[in-house]
């Protein structure tokens, strides 16, 4: 039976990985922060009774910035692939937290390869990095492949390009299986929700159900080359399976503006927007319901009104400095590892809206009701 350990496995990527890496037989190890409430909700499902016989799921405590955690999983497992997908992953929180990303992000890539090295496993692991389309940044030349100059934009993208190029070292140096997926944004219903795909999907449900007035968000005109993390995993997968250890571009080739984003997620659920001003006074309004849709969604539509501000830009999302266009080059990818995508933009943003809609009618349902959760602190 194959080992994999999978960081970062309490997020979305690390919960469709670990998920398909289970259908495909292999024993997987996941690597969970310890916090003070659960952080596993994407993973419950999964879970196994550590009592049980034949289980073929675990998880162990430890953290991207603690080697000797590492070394000590790392030793007890003796995996045969690592998905090295933990990361403080939020472009915009980086400019606030610098020093811990670089830590996280970048010294922590050096300390899973240096702890694959320590233990001799060179020959026997194959180590997959979480790479990323941020490290593009400030555009070169579009679409972006896996020969575009890099020109990273944040303190994220500074902390994946050390990353990036460390696992190229140890490839060159070691003759380690180590491999860099370059990941375009891909989304999911499982996507963190101050991201701005997940954020517009929550915030259209319940705008749509009455139960918020309207979505705040920073540069709309940002373009974003968006597929679907379930078909992204797949690709991690496959570029281990490789004769070669190399690095790929995994994109769709269609990029998208985060306004659109907005009007095809609102649209999903019958609700038409336009936007209208620049800048900081950019807003979307209302401009047709339709009842049909609406109807087919469960939703009433004397909660909307025509001619309503639903969106507005507020300047504290913008970042100090922005990747303004991302737009990949999947052929490399397609070519050689085979990789085919089975969502579309359109089935992700439906499949995100939805899952929005029907959680937050759990929300009106028991607002409805009259549930009120106890209050601890009166
Ligand atoms: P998430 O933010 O959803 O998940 C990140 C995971 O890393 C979580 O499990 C988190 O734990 C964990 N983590 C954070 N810091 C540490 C640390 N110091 N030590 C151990 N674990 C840590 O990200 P995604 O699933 O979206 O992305 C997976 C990886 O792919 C990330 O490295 C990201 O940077 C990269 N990437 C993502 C893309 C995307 O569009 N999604 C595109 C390209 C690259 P906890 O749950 O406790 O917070
Ligand atoms: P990104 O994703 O920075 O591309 O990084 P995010 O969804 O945060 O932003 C995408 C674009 O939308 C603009 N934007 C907003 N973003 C957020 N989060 N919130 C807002 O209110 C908002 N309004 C507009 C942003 O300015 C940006 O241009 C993601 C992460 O998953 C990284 O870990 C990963 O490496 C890259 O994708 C590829």
Not at 197 to 214: D, E, F, Y
Request: proline share 3%; with cysteine.
């Amino acid at each position: 039976m194959k080992v994999a350990l999978i960081t970062g496995v309490t997020g979305q990527d690390g919960a469709y990985l670990a998920e398909f890496l289970l259908k495909k037989g292999y024993f997987v190890h996941g690597l969970k922060r310890r916090s003070s409430s659960f952080n596993t909700d994407r993973i419950d499902h999964l879970y196994q009774d550590q009592h049980e016989l034949n289980i073929r799921f675990k998880l162990h405590y430890g953290d991207l910035t603690d080697s000797t955690n590492l070394i000590r999983i790392i030793q007890e497992i003796q995996p045969d692939e690592i998905y090295n997908l933990a990361a403080m992953s939020h472009v915009h929180v980086s400019f606030e937290m610098p020093e811990y990303t670089a830590n996280a992000d970048g010294i922590g890539t050096l300390r899973l390869l240096e702890a694959v090295r320590i233990l001799g496993l060179t020959e026997k692991t194959k180590v997959y990095q979480a790479s990323t389309s941020e490290l593009y940044g400030l555009v070169q030349a579009v679409p972006q492949s896996e020969t575009t100059p890099f020109y990273p934009r944040s303190p994220y993208a500074v902390a994946k390009m050390y990353a990036y190029w460390i696992t190229v070292n140890y490839r060159e140096a070691y003759g380690m299986f180590a491999c860099n997926g370059i990941l375009f944004n891909h989304e999911s219903p499982l996507r963190g929700e101050t991201f701005v795909t997940r954020k517009i999907t929550r915030a259209a449900a319940k705008i749509a159900l009455g139960l918020q007035k309207c979505l705040y968000l920073g540069n709309l005109s940002a373009q974003r080359d968006w597929g679907h993390a379930k078909d992204y995993i797949e690709a991690m997968w496959l570029i281990l399976q490789q004769e070669k250890p190399e690095d790929f571009v995994i994109a769709t080739g269609i990029t998208t503006t985060v306004r659109d984003f907005v009007r095809m997620s609102f649209a999903e659920l019958g609700i038409e927007i336009e936007f209208s001003g620049k800048d900081d006074n950019e807003k979307g309004v209302i401009i047709g319901l339709d009842e049909e849709l609406l109807f087919q969604n469960g939703l009433k539509s004397d909660r909307l009104f025509l001619g309503s501000t639903i969106v507005q830009v507020d300047p504290k999302y913008f970042r100090p400095t922005e990747v303004d266009l991302l737009l990949g080059d999947p052929t490399k990818s397609k070519t050689q590892l085979g990789w085919v995508p089975k969502y579309d933009l359109p089935d992700l943003v439906k499949e995100m809206v939805i899952s929005d809609l029907h959680l937050m009618k759990k929300d009106e349902y028991l607002k409805q009701g009259g549930f009120k959760t106890l209050n601890y602190f009166e």
